[in-house]
């Protein structure tokens, strides 16, 4: 048996910002007792995922080993940390850690699955600890831009590790605790073996902005609005909630929640016991008889998702509430890259209405959650550890946060999703590579990457789709080949349908095909497919898809 | 008959960026003598508009008049205002006026297109001044980013019009025409009737920087990298490739330039005289022995184009080189809206073969070709025009816009694409809205964006395909119904092959079926569609597009 070790394997969330799953493990090569810190899932795009519902981590490695597995700790309740837990539960079977905000969603989304939510146990703040196998772990509060987000303290036989979660140095985030940095120096006193570390805002030069800036802006903008006022950000981001709802609340508003996810989440914050003094919310209901410059509306749907609040509102009247001339929109919220158009379209939207928006360029109406560089270098001082090991961010961020590691002296590794590293000596050390990818959830299933599936859409979506059937007894053809297309134009360039122009080059073909090939299922189903393709390139300039029947009857 | 107006159209650019196409007219109403300002595209993406390849204005309403179409003026040779000329002039059939360069660039677009190059003129420079009908038109130079842009001077009987296209202010421009004050001032003297305004940069609130800015810092960074450098920006941008090739020479580095847009365009703008001292290019054949630290390579596809040659290098070995740990790869180019995930991926691809990516972030390596907010004041302050009329912008930047010419007393309008104004007065005065939309060019047919073909498409994409075929003789089954699927999971949530559960379902259905529903080819179609639809969204969850083919044998 070999020596023990203590091991680090992104399945998610390095080399890319989302869909977060980091494996550790502690023991002999092979048979190391592993814990798991967060589950989460990220979005599908119409341009590489078409119809996909949801992108979760591809976890085969660690469901072939689950009898190893302790446990999972779920950071934060951002859906790119804790949003596959139900999903993938069931493959891992292991007890679900986090504090009481995080468990409360997590709870809620096994419920939903049918799934036993006992397995999600609530644990307190740091000091408290819970032991699972060789490791001992603690959720030690960070600010960010959800309540009760929790850097992990990890104790192993092999050392210290820091997990950060997705954090910033925030000294007054409105909702939930301020860093606190004699707790983290605290904890680093006897030495930090590693520090695994957030890396989305290495490229943001200055230090990060507290929340707190932004409740005076706000306030002046609300107040100075003549008609109604409609705000949006990130559901789960109840500091700022609070901060616009105050805002509306100050200015003699009544303040609505427009949105489910929107409810739900300041219900959660309530039932949890995070905020007490969120101001008094009117029901949409309720909300008809007051004037619109009474009126401060809290919307879903700052990313430009087409059927949150905002959406629905910049597409006309939503729960009785229409914009127009004279409102005010305020997006206090940075677009996600590739959310540029669908959010741009709504501004669009609104400005034909007639409604002044404003959004984030200036600085005023929002704060990034994230730790930019200076902050990052102040944790690597503040902690510093014997290796840092940049996670949670595309590969120019994990590769530029192991360049600010080394000019602090600090040996770091970039080690993209699939990467195993041995951290047990001075520095880390690649010892394998996973297969790590990517599974969709696509309606009720969930489908592998490469199966071919999400690519025959593609090519349906680009290339359009033609259908042949042929009906044969024996070698003879019983009438004529039959097409029908879907996707592509009506009629060819000479104005005859499509249609017709295919079904005359493929009985051209089959008049002229010899016993031996009519009696060739493959043979056959090969040349249609060919000849269409290429009837149709001369005739409308594009490749279908070409799906042939062949039926024969006996 | 009526008095005799002037009238603006505005068929594409109006409400968005890019397609532009913008109708004068002079005449009695209904019977105005036209011209037509810039024909452009603009690009589809997956989102909307998957598998079409270029996107032209809706001219259905111009085409109907074309016999009152004097001729058709281009700026620029930016494909947003000359890239449609050759996919629609066959529709149009009037003369098209462009300055050399445009000229020559619009003249292969008719060669490629079979059509007579002839019909393309080349104008001088303001004061030159061509005829059309009761307009007397000018192309006054604009600083760009691409050589000899023009404003219109446009002389009516009604007055002077100014047509801006698109333009910057630059003292400096490095290729073409620096802003001449005086001459602008000279045009303005005898009054100003309307202002035709690019609006594309009216939020960004600094006074736009000139070109020269960019060559000592683009110089140094070149100077200090050890390795390859290779550079990107649009290939139309010839002060920029200028600026980029002669800091490679004084590195002492051989130039060379990847991708045929690239070479084309650099080419071009030598044999129309543009430019003379282009720095000595290398063709990619001949810089194989070139060490890399002696090389620049200028690259095309600087928003993430999947087969331009930057995409190509991030991929790996294209034309013989090949990117490395130490080589520099510089983005002198912003990402347009929409490209961004494209651009990214190249990004962490360079980054994980260990190059060092620099983008136009730090404002060091990139400016824009647009006017900014301060910079389009000062030219409503120096052409006092008696109203202006914002174009070449979404929705939200023409109302900006407008808003900032009240701001100096100036009377606007909003006029999205299809909003017909009559200039004759003192203010802008709606009087028609026309049909204005968009064609696809796909393949080699043009289809109309609400022919349902894209919508097909996109359903595809979704939702996934199902086939099913049926033969009949009479009212009696001949075998089983069939299904062929495309786009979906080959397996149910029992693990039972999804055809085989939709077929069972169809079969079971058929078995009960009475002999009139049998006869009826219609009711059968619907009852198997909506018998598909259910059936996979039980199996699957999901509710696929299903094609039905029912076959009767007679």
Chains 1, 2 share one sequence.
């Not at 597995?69 to 679900?96: M, Y």
């Not at 500091?239 to 989440?265: D, N, P, Y």
């Not at 990467?419 to 696509?442: C, F, K, N, S, W």
């Amino acid at each position: 048996m070999t020596e023990s070790r203590l091991i680090y394997l992104p399945l998610g969330g390095a080399g890319e910002i989302g869909m977060n799953a980091y494996v550790y493990g502690v023991g002999p090569e092979d048979d190391e007792r592993l814990i798991l810190v967060d589950l989460g899932v990220t979005f599908p795009d119409m341009e590489t995922t078409p119809g996909v519902d949801l992108i979760l981590p591809d976890i085969d490695w660690l469901a072939a080993r689950a009898d190893r597995l302790e446990a999972i700790f779920i950071t934060h309740a951002h859906e790119d940390h804790v949003g596959a837990v139900a999903h993938l539960w069931s493959r891992l079977k292991a007890p679900v850690y986090a504090r009481a905000f995080t468990a409360h969603l997590a709870r809620m989304k096994m419920e939903e699955a049918g799934l036993d939510q006992e397995v999600v146990k609530t644990v307190s703040a740091w000091p408290e600890t819970v032991e699972a196998g060789p490791f001992r772990v603690g959720f030690a509060p960070v600010s960010h831009s959800i309540p009760e987000s929790a850097g992990l303290v990890i104790d192993t036989p092999h050392g210290r590790v820091v997990h950060t979660g997705d954090f910033k140095l925030d000294l007054t985030p409105g909702v939930g605790e301020p860093f606190d940095e004699a707790m983290w120096a605290e904890i680093a006193r006897d030495g930090v073996q590693a520090l695994i570390c957030d890396s989305t805002n290495v490229f943001s030069e200055h230090p990060g902005r507290s929340e707190s800036e932004l409740g005076p802006r706000i306030e002046e903008l609300v107040a100075g609005a003549p008609g109604l006022v409609a705000a949006t950000t990130f559901a789960s981001n109840i500091a700022r909630l609070k901060t616009l709802a105050e805002a509306g609340q100050r200015a003699g508003r009544s303040v609505v929640l427009l949105g489910r996810a929107m409810r739900r989440m300041v219900t959660a914050a309530q039932d949890t016991g995070i905020v007490t003094d969120f101001p008094k919310v009117v029901p949409a209901e309720e909300a008809a008889d007051i004037p619109r410059q009474n009126l401060m509306l809290l919307t879903s749907g700052s990313q430009g998702e087409r059927r949150a609040a905002t959406a629905q509102l910049s597409r006309g009247k939503y729960l009785g509430f229409e914009l127009k001339e004279g409102d005010l929109f305020l997006f206090s919220s940075k677009t996600i890259p590739g959310n540029e158009t669908s959010v741009l379209r709504i501004v669009n939207a609104f400005s034909a209405m007639g409604v002044d928006v404003v959004d984030d360029s200036s600085g005023a109406y929002h704060v990034s959650g994230h730790a930019n560089r200076p902050d990052l270098a102040r944790v690597h001082r503040l902690l510093t550890p014997k290796m840092l090991i940049p996670m949670h961010g595309e590969h120019r961020h994990l590769r530029a946060h192991v360049k600010l590691g080394d000019e602090a002296g600090i040996p770091g590794a970039v080690a993209p999703n699939g990467t195993m590293l041995d951290l047990t000596g001075a520095a880390p050390r690649v010892v394998e590579h996973i297969e790590a990818g990517r599974t969709y959830l696509d309606g009720a299933m969930q489908i592998g990457a490469f199966d071919g599936i999400v690519r025959d859409r593609i090519r349906m979506a680009l290339n359009g789709h033609a259908m042949v059937t042929l009906i044969l007894e024996e070698d003879e053809l019983l009438g004529d080949p039959w097409c029908e297309i879907m996707g592509l134009p009506e009629k060819t360039r000479n104005g005859a349908p499509l249609v017709d122009a295919l079904e005359a080059y493929l009985s051209d073909f089959l008049y002229r095909a010899d016993r031996k090939t009519l009696r060739d299922d493959g043979k056959l189903d090969d040349a249609m497919r060919r000849i269409v393709r290429k009837a149709a390139f001369d005739e409308i300039g594009k490749k279908p898809e070409v799906t042939v029947v062949i039926s024969r009857l006996t």
